[in-house]
């Protein structure tokens, strides 16, 4: 195992203003490191600033407090080698299949030609080749994000930033695309960074987990999975990790609950 | 639209809209505009246009350039003025438009020529176009044949008669107006006074005459030419009387209604023009006297009427200002001062004291007949 | 397909149609009074000599198609200002703060009310006028469009196609944004590629609507004087004479250009815009 960490967050935070002049913490103080084709789940109650914390790694996001450094540089602006996935909406409707994975390349300057015969390689990936000429709209929802993660892998980065990129689709497609991600992966590793409010889906993709507080998010714990891969989730440590993760939210949530008096959502 | 278009289009639309005010003239001759309305009365204004060379035995004739758009005012075999023609939906209109320095020569009611000089729009009387043509008309089913029924008829009433004219400063109405009073009828314009014996209503336009009348809205109309003819074609309505043959007898006779007028500036730069102008009108209006039938045709044509209105037309087009007629545009400026209509140099006036305000008459006196 | 369903299909088409045809027809012959409304026969006679002289204003075909050229000259004019300022109203928060405040005074304002002004302004100016042509076919034509009439018929189209144009630039999801963006698209491109073809459906959608109003204006615009031609002209005309027949050839043939204009615009949303309809 190399010590290089590829992706280092310092002290990062967020505070939002609202038109009539209040402030809003989403992010507290976020350390974090990540090393080169690591595969790291963010895992958190909805509304903890999870997907605020990855906008911000992927210079969407303006940072308010601290610094997301990547390979030695301060991300500040979207760039190629930032790759990311979101949970829906995100390909072009007007375009073909084929036309929205070639989109990254098409930006890049690539030729008709060459950047199309990419984008096949990578539908071939997720066996939609068949489906090149088709629109978004003909697609189902699991097809639909096949296609938006091989959209982004199609611009080779080396950070694949994911939020929670299943999170829209029935239970059963969910873990048919979690095998094929996974699957994906072993053939093009690359660093991830995933964002998800799913335990489980957690713990099956995972080989770091990242626990977040509530809002404002900060990191409670980071637990290191040690499991190979597939996993079963009948196997023992699959649940002990499950339980020791939801203990961890239950309490955080208890907490949050005497102090604010909401009752937060349940992580699943 | 790509960028570069888009951004030709909007620094070009701003160079656009300041060419838009230019108005052209004539390198050679000079421009006019003339308004008119589409009405017989304006019928020997039609005439000239229509029959162009045709009237070229009278000195002074109109050569179409485009027709009913641009014509040519010719006098001695040379062009001596392009005019470009406008119709207007009324006189008020025309003495807006004159207001406003869009017209520069225009046929119009005397009364509404009137109201733009004494709101101090800049024009002069120069001439007097026709009298007559205005009628009192009822259902065509009614049982009226002429004045005397009528007036039995709203005697016996016990609701107000009520009847459409189409402008509250229009010869018809002010005509009748006195007629009703001088046979000692209770006339009013409100609607909830119940005890007159006439209810005048504004139906607000001469496009309303007819429809007022046919939907039962009114009982009678009272209108200038062509309407009441037109709700004789159309099936909708039958004239009691002509308004020149109202009580008391002759009074009537020569009753004032349309006008040719012009802007002070014009007449001022360009008084040869004007004068050949008067004197087109005032030639081709004895012509029309001479041939009811034929005039009255052209005029329908020009208009859109049908045919058959121009056999029943009656009007008669003066060469000249008449004392009668003084006299009738005396009686309208008392009327209207007496309405309260006049607030600026006509206020409480008499015909005598503002006849050089209104009236110009060089042109019209020099028109040897 | 079966006959039975052919005529299903057209009887459903027509029915209400021929409805209204006979309540117009039977009450017709009871009014017994063709200045309040003609019989169906007097208009259907008409419509079909559509080249026939009305009233000394020409036929019907040539003033519809004069109202077409202007309400197109008025309305291309209209989408040529307002698309440009509306996306970049949409794109541009700032662009959009200055300007919208004063838009918005004018918006309310019915064409109709523009006309005073108007008048004043342009007066009977037309292309004719502009390109200094007095005389012959060419000022035919050019003089038929009238400056007073065309920018009546702007103001129509213009807010709709503009209100149009912002809220699809507004609307464009944010997620297709950042999709961009993380590919690595420059702002051109943003612009280019993404905002607008997501935003061009609600702005071809604000040109039909803004067609229809414009169309819709053009008896008011009509009114205006100076010209002699054009359906809206022909009704008003036509009222004045009590030929009511006529009026109601004018709103036949005004309405059923309105239909077809639409129809046109329906046509190429369906096809080329098949996607709005079915994302999620």
């Keep these: 195992m190399t010590n290089d960490y590829i992706l280092h967050l310092e002290g990062v935070g967020k505070t939002f203003q609202t038109k009539n002049g209040k402030s809003i913490k989403a992010v507290q103080q976020v350390d974090l490191d990540v090393r080169e084709n690591d595969f790291v789940c963010i895992v958190g109650p909805s509304g903890c600033g999870k997907s605020t914390l990855l906008r911000m790694v992927s210079g969407l996001e303006p940072i308010t407090f601290g610094q997301v450094v990547y390979h030695g540089q301060e991300i500040t602006r979207p760039r190629k080698e930032i790759g990311m996935v979101f949970q829906e909406y995100s390909l072009l409707p007007w375009r073909t299949v084929i036309d929205n994975v070639a989109l990254g390349p098409e930006f890049a300057g690539i030729s008709k030609r060459e950047r199309e015969t990419r984008a096949m390689n990578y539908l071939r990936l997720v066996g939609m080749e068949a489906f090149a000429r088709a629109h978004p709209h003909e697609l189902s929802g699991g097809m639909r994000q096949r296609v938006a993660i091989v959209r982004a892998l199609a611009n080779d980065p080396d950070l694949l930033l994911m939020d929670e990129p299943f999170g829209a689709l029935d239970a059963h497609t969910r873990i048919l695309l979690q095998k094929e991600l996974l699957r994906i992966w072993e053939q093009h590793r690359k660093t991830v960074l995933f964002v998800t409010h799913g335990v489980d889906e957690a713990i099956y993709l995972a080989d770091r987990i990242v626990v977040m507080s509530a809002r404002p998010g900060r990191i409670i714990e980071t637990i290191l999975v040690e499991m190979d891969r597939p996993r079963e989730r009948s196997h023992p440590r699959y649940g002990h990790l499950a339980e020791q993760i939801l203990a961890i939210l239950e309490k955080e949530a208890a907490q949050n609950f005497s102090k604010n008096g909401n009752i937060l959502e349940e992580p699943f | ?55 070229s035995f009278q000195g002074v004739y109109l050569k179409p350039i485009v027709a009913r758009d641009r014509y040519e005012l010719i006098a001695d075999g040379k062009p001596i003025a392009s005019f470009q023609l406008i119709v207007t939906k009324s006189g008020s209109e025309t003495a807006a438009l004159f207001a406003r320095n869009q017209l520069d020569l225009a046929m119009a009611s005397v009364t509404a020529i009137m109201s733009g000089i004494d709101k101090g729009t800049p024009i002069k009387i120069l001439s007097p176009l026709q009298t007559e043509g205005m009628a009192l008309v009822a259902p065509k089913d009614s049982p009226l044949t002429d004045w005397e029924s009528f007036v039995a008829q709203v005697k016996k009433t016990e609701r107000p008669v009520k009847i459409g004219y189409h402008s509250p400063t229009s010869a018809p109405k002010i005509v009748l107006e006195g007629a009703l009073k001088e046979a000692g009828l209770k006339v009013t314009e409100d609607p909830n006074n119940l005890s007159a014996q006439v209810l005048l209503a504004d139906l607000k336009g001469t496009a309303n005459l007819t429809p007022a009348l046919s939907s039962k809205q009114v009982d009678a109309i009272v209108g200038p030419s062509p309407f009441p003819e037109v709700a004789v074609s159309r099936g909708v309505g039958k004239i009691i009387v002509e308004l020149r043959d109202l009580p008391p007898a002759d009074y009537w006779h020569d009753y004032p209604c349309c006008v040719t007028a012009a802007t002070d500036t014009v007449v001022a730069q360009y008084p040869a023009i004007v004068g050949k102008f008067v004197e087109l009108i005032a030639k081709t209006n004895a012509w029309c006297n001479e041939n009811r039938l034929e005039a009255g045709t052209l005029a329908a044509e020009w208009i859109g009427l049908p045919l058959d209105t121009a056999k029943t037309s009656t009007l008669v087009f003066l060469p000249q200002f008449t004392e009668r007629w003084m006299k009738g545009a005396g009686d309208y400026l008392a009327i209207l001062n007496g309405m309260g209509n006049f607030t600026g140099q006509l206020k409480d006036k008499k015909l005598q004291e503002v006849d050089a305000i209104l009236f110009d008459k060089r042109f019209i006196d020099q028109v040897k007949k | 397909m079966a006959l039975k369903t052919i005529l299903t299909r057209i009887g459903t088409y027509l029915l209400v149609p021929l409805l209204f045809l006979l309540l117009w027809g039977l009450a017709a012959s009871h009014l017994n009074n063709e200045v309040i409304l003609p019989g169906v026969g007097q208009v259907t006679a008409l419509l079909l000599r559509p080249t026939e002289n009305l009233i000394s204003m020409g036929s019907l075909a040539v003033n519809v198609a004069v109202s077409l050229a202007r309400v197109l000259a008025g309305y291309l004019l209209a989408v040529a200002l307002a698309v440009p300022l509306g996306v970049i109203m949409g794109y541009y928060g700032t662009v959009f703060r200055f300007l919208n405040g004063f838009l918005a005074l004018f918006r309310p304002i019915p064409p109709l009310a523009w006309v005073p002004l108007v008048l004043a302004w342009f007066g009977v100016a037309s ?7 007095q005389r012959g076919t060419a000022y035919l034509y050019l003089n038929n469009l009238k400056f007073s009439m065309i920018f009546i018929i702007f103001i129509g189209a213009f807010y709709p196609v503009l209100t149009s144009a912002i809220h699809g630039v507004n609307g464009v999801r944010r997620t297709l944004l950042d999709s961009a963006r993380v590919l690595g698209a420059s702002e051109g491109d943003i612009f280019r590629k993404i905002l607008l073809p997501a935003s061009f459906p609600a702005i071809v959608n604000g040109m039909r609507i803004g067609l229809g109003v414009a169309w819709m204006c053009l008896v008011s615009a009509e009114m205006l004087p100076g010209s002699l031609s054009g359906v809206g002209y022909l009704i008003t005309h036509a009222y004045t004479l009590a030929r009511t027949d006529i009026v109601i050839v004018g709103m036949v043939s005004i309405g059923v250009v309105g239909a077809l204009l639409d129809l046109f615009f329906r046509v190429i949303e369906e096809r080329k815009f098949a996607w709005t309809r079915l994302t999620r």
């Design chain 2, 1 to 55: 639209m790509s960028k570069p278009k888009q951004k030709f289009l909007l620094t070009t639309l701003p160079l656009l809209l300041l060419l838009m005010t230019v108005t052209v003239c004539g390198a050679d001759i000079p421009h006019f505009k003339v308004g008119y309305i589409f009405t017989t009365h304006h019928t020997p204004f039609m005439v000239a246009a229509q029959k162009g060379e045709t009237l």
């Design chain 3, 127 to 133: 292309l004719a006028t502009l390109f200094d042509v």
